[in-house]
Structures are given as structure tokens and as C-alpha cells.
């Protein structure tokens, strides 16, 4: 069974930055790509980020392009979303989630496992 547990999260002004970590495991699960997703209260979980697990590709949603930096640490098993330039509309639990297959990585379908997710909150 694989697990995702994601840390991080937690309350920051606007303009402030967090760093959320996803740690997988076992560590000899394999995975296409790992992505980082948000849901806000009363709104469809939406993506956010996306990483190839091998090449290290990375994708964005337009929302977070410039502010939102995904990387991964191979020998952890683990992918990081460094969020800077923080605005209130980011507010919302962040979950990580691993896909084994090269599906769009864009969308939710495509992914195998989730994590429990984590709170951001950005006040104004």
C-alpha cells in the first residue's frame, strides 16, 4: 500500500512563502510523476503542480506559474512545493498524489494515491 504524507502547511500573510513536503512510500514504490492538487472550501479540488518523476519535468497551473516551485528528491522519495508571493486565494488544503502512468498529469483521474492533504491559509 502506498502512502503520502504531506507537512507544511499552515497560516502566513500575503506575500509570505511555505514549503510543503510530500514524502512517499515504500520507498521502492515507482511512480510516473507526483502532483500537488488544492481544494478550497466549497470548490472542486483543482491542480496545481506536477513533476516527472525521472526527467524531472515540471507543469503548472497558470494561477501559480512564477510563484510556485515543484522539485523532488529521488533518494527521499519525496517532492516539495515551495510557494512564494503567497496570496489569500491560495487558501486551501494542499494534497500531494503519485500517478504510475504518463495519464495528464493535469487531471485528477490520473492519479493513483493521495495523500490526507495539508492546510495552507494566507490572510490579507
Known amino acids: 500500500q502506498v502512502q503520502l504524507v504531506e507537512s507544511g502547511g499552515g497560516l502566513v500573510q500575503a506575500g509570505g512563502s511555505l514549503r510543503l513536503s510530500c514524502a512517499a512510500s515504500?520507498?521502492?514504490?515507482?511512480?510516473?510523476?507526483m502532483g500537488w492538487f488544492r481544494q478550497a472550501p466549497g470548490k472542486e479540488r483543482e491542480f496545481v503542480s506536477a513533476?516527472?518523476?525521472?526527467?524531472?519535468?515540471?507543469y503548472y497551473a497558470d494561477s501559480v506559474k512564477g510563484r510556485f516551485t515543484i522539485s523532488r528528491d529521488r533518494a527521499k522519495n519525496t517532492v516539495y512545493l515551495q510557494m512564494n508571493s503567497l496570496k489569500p486565494e491560495d487558501t486551501a488544503v494542499y494534497y500531494c498524489?503519485?500517478?504510475?502512468?504518463?495519464?495528464?498529469?493535469?487531471?485528477?483521474?490520473?492519479?493513483?494515491?493521495w495523500g490526507q492533504g495539508t492546510q495552507v491559509t494566507v490572510s490579507s
Open positions: 498524489a503519485v500517478t504510475r502512468s504518463s495519464s495528464p498529469l493535469g487531471a485528477r483521474r490520473s492519479y493513483d494515491y
Open positions: 513533476i516527472n518523476w525521472s526527467v524531472g519535468n515540471t
Open positions: 515504500p520507498r521502492t514504490f515507482s511512480s510516473y510523476a
